[in-house]
Every structure is written in C-alpha cells, then in structure tokens.
C-alpha cells in the first residue's frame, strides 16, 4: 500500500491512495499523470476543494467520482483471475461478479464498497486489496472514505433471506456454495447445475468490512427480510490492561443482530459456542474456512 | 463441499434472546440500560387505551400523541415538511412522550445535546449527524438547553438549510460536504421559553402544540393526585437495571406500544395515503378552505414587528404554513385511522392552529372577537400593559386585522368619543372558521 505522508491535505489522500503520482509540493494545484487517458502532468487536483480534472481527457469531478472513474476504467487479466481465484478458493466468474480488478493506475487489486441510499446503492468506497507488513494481502478502504458494504450492486429487493458475511471472500466462498445446492424435498442438501432453483435464487450476500461495523443507515434495506449473520470465530483476547475482550466475531453478531432485531423479520447467527468461539476451531476460523476445509471430498452429481 | 456447507447451515440459530436482553453500551465505562423494545401495536384506539392506563391522559396530550405521530408518518412524504415544538410547563409530561417516541431508533433520532449537525472535517473524514438523521424524525426533547448552548445559532441556521433538504458544510481546509435529498423531520419539546425560536431563528418552520395550558385548577389537582398516586408503587420498587425495572410498567408498556405503532404507520404510510386518495368522500370539499384558513390566521397572527420605525410590518406568505397544515392533517388522519379527513381531525389541527398562533397578537384578536374595545379595556381583558397593548394593535392596524372607529361620546359628556378597536371583516371571519372547527365534537379523553 503506497504510504501516505501525515503531511498531506486530506483532500489529496484518496488519489495518493490509489498510487496516483501526484506532485502537490511548491505548486498551485497537485498534478499527475492522468491514469485516463496516461498524459503527463494533465490532471490537475485542486489542493482545497480535491476537485480534479484531466485537461487532456475533461474527465472530472471530486475524489469519489474518481474513484468510481477508477472503477469503471480498470479490468483484470483472465490469467490473474484464475490465479487469485485458486489462492482464495472461490471460482473466477464469482470474483468478476463482485467487481473484482486490478487498478488502472498500479495494477493493485480492487474491490468496490457501496453506500447506502434511500433509493440505490452507490459505489462511494474502493477497496485496495494489497500487501500489508508481513507480506499477506489485507483490504484496505480509500483513505478518508467511510466503511462501505460489499456486493450491494447484486442486490435483488425481492429475495426473502439475507446473509451478512464478515468480509467479502467469506461471501464469495459462500455465494460459490450457495449457487450450487439446493434442497431437496426430504430436506437433504443436493448439488445443482441450475442456479435458478439453488439456494441463491432466494437470498442476497452482503458483506461488511468488519465484524464491528454496522451503519444505522444500512437498516432500512434489511427491513422484513430474514437475515443471518455469519462472523468469524475469533478467540477471546487480552487488551493492553491484561482484561479479556470478549470474541471479536461473536461480540459482532451480538450487536448487529441487537440492531436487526427492530427491522428484521428474523436474525439468525453463526454459533461458534456457549462462550462465543469453538476452541476445536483455529482462531479467525471463517465462513470460507468452513466451506473450504477438506474440500477432496468427491463431488456428488448435479442434478 | 456439500457437508461444509451443510454443516454451516447447521451452524446457523436464532439470535439468542439473552443476547438482546444482556446488550449494554458502554459508553465512559457506564453501561447504560437496553433499548425499550417496540410491541406490535397497529391500532391507534389500542395505543391511546395503553397511554390512559399508564398516566392521566387530557385531551391536549391526545392532540399531542396525534400530532407527533403525524409529523413522524410525514418524514418521507413529497412536500413541505412538518416540524413541531411541544411545549408545555414542567411535568406536562413532554419527555415521556418525547422518550416513547425515541424508543423507536429506526424511525426516530433522539437528540440531548445540540452542537450543530455537521461534524467538522476531524482526520479528514465526515461524521456528521445527517447520514443518521436521514429519513428519520429528530427528537430534542430539552429543547431549552438549545435556547442557552453557545452553538444555538449554528443549529438553528443548519437546521434552517435542512428543511430544503440539501445542506453543505465548507470547511476552511478546503473541504467540503454536500447532502441532498435529505428527508427528516423534527419534534422540540421544551417549555415556553422555546418560543424565543422566532421567525429569524427558524420559528417559523415549525407548528405548535401546548399541553396542559388552560386547563382548570381543578383538573390540575386531580392530574397531581392520580399522577401521586400511580407513582407510589414504583416509588417502592427499586431498579435493577433490567427493562422491566426500570420504570411503571404500564408506561413501560405504552412506550414499547408508541414505539411499535410508529413501526406500523412508517411501513404502511404509502398504502394507506393511496387508500385515503382512492376512497371518494376520503378528503371532503372544504379541506383545502379550512386549511387555507387556518394558514392565514397563523401567519396573520405569527407576524411581528419588524424593528425600526421605517420598516414596515413583513408578514409570512401562508401557503407554506396552509401546506404544512394540510400535509399534518392527512398524517392524523392516517394515524387515527380514519378512513376520511373528519371533523375531528379538523378540530385537532384547529388546535394547533391555535396553538401555533399563540401570542400578544391572537390574545388581542381573541379579546376583540365581535366586540369593540378601547386600548384600556383591551389592556385589562388580555392582562398586558397599555403600552405592550398599543404596540401589538399598531401591528395588527397595519396588517389590516383590526380597524379603529368612533365610539359616541356618552350623552352630557363633551368633547370627542374614545377610539375603539373592532376587528376587520376578513380577521372576523378568519376567527369564526376556527371557532367552528374547535366546537366539533370532542374525543376527550380522561381517566
């Protein structure tokens, strides 16, 4: 992830973010080169407001229509997909679904967030996907940005069921799972080819970027439905006083769900336990965890 | 895969009810007590019978619950927005319905402490207040600490930039916020002092509703003794910071049933406003005359003077006011469930009306209803000085409310007769619409 100086105006902070090469020292407006169009020196960002334009390509607007210009500009090569999708154990055509690409600008993984409206959901957040200290790749929100949802843009209004993963490779592993299976009328779980009759056709996936976060504003869009909420099994921990902080992924559900309550018509949770985690498990065990672990089991055919 | 993912589902139970009950929100390492929960009410006979068994219930707290209700089933409506100040004198029992309608955190937006909505630009990100206030109901139900906190001006001019639904925040580091289509509506409750909120502090967004003013000594009393006599029981149980504890549960109960209720009149507000369009006697032919009416007589009788002495009187135009009038009519009308906009929800909104029109002005064209009075018997009939009565009859002169004229010297007397003051054909007939509506037949309600 390209480090940010703490000097920077904060309006500058989204663009240098995405590995924009912005100059904003000694000049009247931060310049770079335009990742739209790759002429040098012609996108201006203006240091107070962070309105930017390209004065070659006119593209332009504030940091998040430049995010979602990004967005809308970057791909992913079909070999890195098959890549990445073998090393997060979900299939490519899912990975594409959700919006996954490289960026335009530095090739870096991208992911979209979106906002909530009382109308639609809008792209207001790209997540970096990319390396952190210890070299493993960790998501990152825009810098500046608020904490958005992943694959609202999948949203159907008309699905009854509602899952809630902790972050959006547990929804992905779980929608591959989904999309393949369905019930049978004696109650057993067969695997399907037809995904209009899997378990997907009836539920959406959402995922939050973390199991503490939960916006009031996202509720209304969860009215009705029966929603379940499936966080990690994380294991109890000492703070810095030496104090026991409760399960992160269980504490989560507990106070998503306590929010669901009022507006959902049920709420189910993950129970990883009588004491909020399932010492049997490895600690952070997830959904896709779950759904992946001893995976040589030969697939029964599709009906 | 098919186990794994059998297995998961298996995984998945019911969120634990012992969870719900156990959530306490720390805040400064106090953990305060859970949320009221909100019990299915769609009935509002059911919601009002709750309200009689929990407290002494007055016809003025009737029109309150009424109009509240109507401004949270507003909130997202097309038009111009409904925004109420309650005010009443200590222990009117404001709070309790301000609490009851706040037990409702989806609907509704429960505010303490006023510092202005926009959050600053801290560590480059916006955490304003609107994100969560949107398509929601904003309940200040100390709306007098707002009159007294430093940031008093900056609330009100924010609040002034929502009722268009759109506000921004520029900050001096260059950045900037834009909200739009931003839908919220607002309840302060507080004592009199809140109608210090005047036409320039963004008074005049606002209708009004006092609870308890004018009722009779002996109706007072009776509100004590019950009010002492129900609290005995609870005075004697003391709290374990469970829910059911926490205060009488029958208000408990009637907090949990407003809060459900608002669940019920939120999701069903589109359908019901269609049935009430679609049935044909549903709004009656006089509905827009007697709203219209009751907009001119409040923006009439809302108007002040407007300082020096060149200045002329500015009068608020009173479509806004007609529409919100109307608007809250509908909104009760729903709220009641009623299937047409009756006499009795007319009556209710005459009485905001009134309310609203509360003032020097209203008592001075109460006073001088179908009689003729000079400024000292004016004085005395409406308990002001002659000076304060003089001042308001030059306002109401210049708006053409009231006309002066000669009374007839008294026979033996010399010189001229006194100038009396009548009120004009149009205030008159203003003034009567009112009356008529008030005197419709009453669903007093008492315990």
Redesign the interface.
């Given at each position: 992830m390209p480090k940010i100086d703490k000097e920077v105006p904060s309006v500058l902070r989204p663009f240098l973010f995405h590995g924009l090469d912005l100059r904003w020292e000694d000049v009247p407006e931060a310049v770079a080169t335009c990742c739209f169009c790759d002429r040098e020196s012609k996108l201006f960002v203006n240091k107070q407001t962070g309105q930017w334009n390209c004065r070659v390509c006119g593209v332009h607007g504030n940091a998040i229509t430049f995010i979602r210009s990004l967005f809308e500009y970057s791909s992913i090569d079909h070999i890195v997909l098959e890549e990445v999708a073998l090393e997060r154990k979900v299939s490519p055509e899912v990975l594409q679904r959700w919006g996954f690409c490289q960026s335009a600008i530095d090739h870096e993984f991208l992911l979209p967030g979106f906002s909530l409206t009382s109308t639609e959901p809008r792209l207001d957040n790209l997540y970096r996907w990319t390396k952190a200290k210890g070299g493993k790749r960790r998501l990152y929100g825009t810098a500046t940005m608020d904490a958005t949802l992943f694959g609202m843009h999948l949203w159907d209004p008309a699905k009854p069921d509602v899952y809630i993963c902790e972050g959006p490779w547990d929804a992905m592993a779980l929608e591959d799972a989904l999309s393949k299976h369905k019930w049978m009328e004696d109650g057993e779980l067969h695997r399907t080819i037809d995904p209009e009759k899997s378990l997907l056709a009836s539920c959406n996936i959402i995922a939050v970027p973390g199991c503490e976060t939960f916006r009031d504003e996202w509720l209304p869009w969860l009215r009705g439905k029966n929603v379940s909420l499936l966080y990690d099994n994380d294991y109890p921990r000492k703070n810095r006083n030496n104090a026991t902080v409760p399960p992160a992924g269980t504490y989560g559900m507990k106070k998503t769900g306590a929010k669901l309550h009022h507006a959902a018509n049920s709420v189910k949770v993950l129970w990883w336990g009588d004491e909020g985690y399932d010492p049997q498990l490895p600690d952070g065990t997830d959904t896709r965890d779950m759904l992946t672990k001893h995976d040589t089991e030969p697939a029964a055919p599709a009906e | 895969?098919?186990?794994?993912?059998?297995?998961?589902?298996n995984?998945?139970?019911?969120?634990?009810q012992e969870?719900?009950e156990n959530?306490k929100h720390k805040q400064n390492g106090h953990p305060t007590p859970p949320?009221i929960?909100?019990l299915e009410c769609n009935s509002w006979e059911d919601l009002v019978s709750t309200w009689k068994d929990a407290m002494y219930w007055t016809d003025a707290l009737d029109i309150t619950l009424s109009s509240m209700m109507a401004v949270v089933a507003s909130t997202?409506l097309q038009g111009d927005q409904v925004w109420l100040r309650i005010i009443g004198r200590a222990g009117t029992a404001k709070t309790t319905l301000c609490e009851a309608f706040s037990a409702?955190?989806?609907y509704t937006f429960s505010m303490s402490v006023q510092r202005g909505f926009h959050s600053g630009?801290s560590?480059?990100?916006?955490n304003s207040l609107f994100?969560?206030m949107?398509?929601k109901t904003v309940i200040i139900n100390e709306g007098d600490t707002l009159l007294t906190s430093p940031t008093c001006g900056q609330t009100l001019s924010e609040m002034r930039d929502l009722w268009s639904g759109q506000t921004r925040a520029v900050y001096r580091?260059?950045?900037?916020y834009e909200y739009h289509?931003l839908?919220t509506t607002f309840i302060i409750a507080g004592t009199s002092t809140l109608r210090r909120l005047n036409r320039s502090a963004a008074g005049d967004r606002f209708l009004d509703c006092i609870i308890s003013d004018g009722d009779c000594v002996t109706k007072e009393r009776q509100l004590v003794t019950d009010v002492l006599a129900n609290s005995l029981s609870s005075m004697m149980t003391e709290s374990n910071g469970e829910l059911a504890s926490r205060e009488d549960p029958r208000l408990m109960l009637a907090k949990q049933k407003t809060a459900g209720y608002i669940?019920y009149i939120r999701?069903n507000v589109s359908v019901l406003m269609q049935r009430l369009a679609a049935n044909p006697a549903g709004i009656p032919p006089t509905f827009v005359k007697n709203c219209e009416a009751m907009g001119l007589l409040v923006a009439n009788m809302r108007t002040r003077p407007t300082g020096g002495d060149e200045d002329k009187t500015e009068k608020e135009l009173h479509i806004r006011l007609s529409k919100q009038l109307a608007k809250a009519a509908l909104c009760t009308t729903l709220v009641m469930g009623k299937a047409t906009v009756d006499s009795e929800v007319m009556r209710r909104m005459a009485h905001v009306a009134e309310d609203t029109s509360y003032g020097n002005s209203f008592e001075v064209v109460k006073a001088l209803f179908g009689k003729a009075m000079d400024v000292r018997s004016l004085a005395v009939a409406i308990r002001k000085s002659e000076e304060i009565t003089r001042k308001t009859l030059a306002t109401l002169l210049e708006l053409d409310i009231v006309r002066t004229d000669q009374s007839q010297a008294a026979s033996g007397a010399q010189g001229r007769g006194k100038t009396v003051y009548r009120l004009s054909v149009q205030a008159q007939t203003l003034l009567t619409h009112l009356r008529r509506l008030l005197k419709e037949p009453t669903a007093a309600t008492s315990k």
């Open positions: - | 895969m098919t186990q794994n993912l059998l297995h998961l589902l995984r998945l139970v019911p969120y634990p969870w719900l959530t949320p929960a909100a997202k409702n955190t989806e630009d560590r480059g990100g916006d994100s969560r949107a398509d580091n260059g950045v900037s289509g839908k669940n999701h």
